[in-house]
């Protein structure tokens, strides 16, 4: 979290149906395009919240124990509230809930015509889940994911450090700076600058104005995108 971050200049702010945009996104070439997972192609956040809220209870903790957490691992949101002999096991107990729930998780609005229309070594998913969690709740959606899944269990760090974007980057073969990646988290986004990635946030699980990117859209039914020689160009729709 101390780690120093380069912070890109905004242009515009998205305000109502707006959109924030720069130069730095919108006409681009980009040779690949990462994606988070949930809160950006799928909608996790009601299953998310029942099995923390089950754990919390379980453990007696406060309510707002998971406040400012969305889009970090697990381990570091429990490495937060256990003693560290107990991590292994609460985080054990923190999966096999979240794995046994998965009712109600659904593709977000956008998302799978998206993600279809980037070529299949152009896209990749870059999430903070465990790789058997991640597998559970792409299936329950019915997304069909790409062939690259960078999950927590792929990196010795999670987000805001850069090294899933990176891991993911890398799987695609293409420089992080030619990278896009797209997130609804402010630690997704810090994570994303931090590997020198250009940056598209979606509202929903944080407010326009808590997304530092160059590009926040209200829905990724706003994006489409054209692929080209080079890679691929994203545009606006109205």
Known sequence: MGERIRRLPL??????????TTTEVLGRVFHAVLFDMDGTL???????NRSWQRWAAERGLDEAFRSGNHGMPARQIVESLVPPAKVEDALARVLALETADTADITVLPGAAELLL????????????????LAAARIAASGLIAPSVVVTID????????????????????????????????????????AAGCATIGVVGTHGA???????VVPSLERLRVRVTDGGVVFSLLP
């Open 42 to 48: 799928i909608d996790s956040t009601p299953a998310v």
């Open 209 to 215: 104005a808590e997304l530092e990117a160059d590009l």
């Open 154 to 193: 792929d990196t010795s760090r999670g987000k805001p450090n850069p090294e899933p974007f990176l891991e993911g980057a890398a799987r695609l073969g293409v420089d992080p700076r030619e990278c896009v990646v797209i997130e609804d988290a402010p630690a997704g986004l810090a994570a994303a600058r």
């Open 11 to 20: 242009k515009q702010r998205w305000k109502g149906t707006r959109a924030q």
């Open 117 to 132: 229309s980037i070529p299949e070594q152009q896209r990749a998913i870059v999430t903070s889940c465990a790789r058997t």
